[in-house]
């Protein structure tokens, strides 16, 4: 650190976007940045911030990664987009070829590619609705799944994401997901209850599609007891309905697999992907079964930008890096440290409700160690002493009382370290 956090740079920026930028786009921590890579991020003054956020779960193979870098490079230079629908170009084959290879399922696949997490949600609900000919949509307490109308309607948190943007879209219901530390049931048991209001609220057969993110991201990284999801896609499997498995936040090696479901064990028939993709350039994909990606119309999918050249580039870049098969076991390494770093806080602050997560997908919930209940007042006050201390902390969680780590895969133990020193000095600061 050079200056203070924000520095006297950052503080006219701030000053500018004010004046410049809509009011309802936040900012989590008002830093500008000017420079990142290898899991630290520089800002306009000269301070150097570690990075524990990945920009949300995106530069999981690093900031301006070289291999990215090199394929946007030389993407760039060749041309910039034609509109796949107008005139293919190979890359885009190449990306869906990759997708199809890598995505849980040895069935036949086929892939179609967008420009967001939550472009992608909703073509995965078009095409369940068009191969289903049905079009209820089950989605779950806690999960996040974009904020364009469709999607904004499959969220659970209202504030910030729904408040008075209403009406939202049709036929969503949702149902209780399995949440270890609040609802005391078990994988199975979680399973059965959220079936039992399938059959009785809504009738199997009129679901077209189940979604449901492997660990909640947004919602605070729940992760589901054993048995859960397994339950849930037999249940799909002997009711016709599409399983849909939000990958957005925990694709490409976040959670020490290259796909979260592949550590339940289960077979999607759909899998929506975006975020670790494509290095930090924007592009989305749904991945799945041939006939239900095949049912739809020539024509009935696309955008303008869907599956851009230099985004296509990148995720060649990224993919390449991915398939490489060294950032599994480096999320695997990033689960030990935190592990190991966060039980003596556990042990010392009772607040500290559960330390949960897998591979570099860390989370913290914190509660009032009386009653149990939320803490999101200790949690943003932590997060703002880590911000002053130069590390790049977010929070999540319907109740706004998690802690989430997504650092990129590449950050090393030193600097992770580094990061988990001053979340220490940050309980000390505010519990001590
Ligand atoms: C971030 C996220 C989305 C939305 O992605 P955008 O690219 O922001 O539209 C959807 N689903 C999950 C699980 C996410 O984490």
Redesign the pocket.
Known sequence: MVTNIPGPKSIELLARKTAAVSAGIGAALPIFVVAGGGGVLVDADGNSLIDLGSG??VTNVGNAAPTVVAKVREQVGAFTHTCFMVTPYELYVDVCERLNALTPGDFEKRTALFN??????ENAVKIARHATRRTAVVAFEHA?????NL?MAMTSKNMPYKDGFGPFAPEIYRVAPSYPLRDGRDGPEAAAHAIRRIDREIGPDNVAALII?PIA??GGFIVPAPGFLAALSQFCTDNGIVFIA?????GFCRTGATFACEQEGIVPDLV?M??GMAGGL?L?AVTGRAEMMDSVHPGGLGGTYGGNPVACAAAIGALTELAAGHLNGRAREIEAIFFDRLAPLADKYPQIGEIRGRGAMIAIELVDPATGHPDPELTANLAKYAHSQAVVMLTAGTYGNVIRFLPPLVISDELLNEGLDVLSDAFAECLD
């Open positions: 949300i779960a967001s997490g939550a472009e992608a949600v996040y799944h974009g904020r364009t999607t993110e991201g947004e939000d990958e957005v936040q925990t929506t975006a975020k924007p989305a």
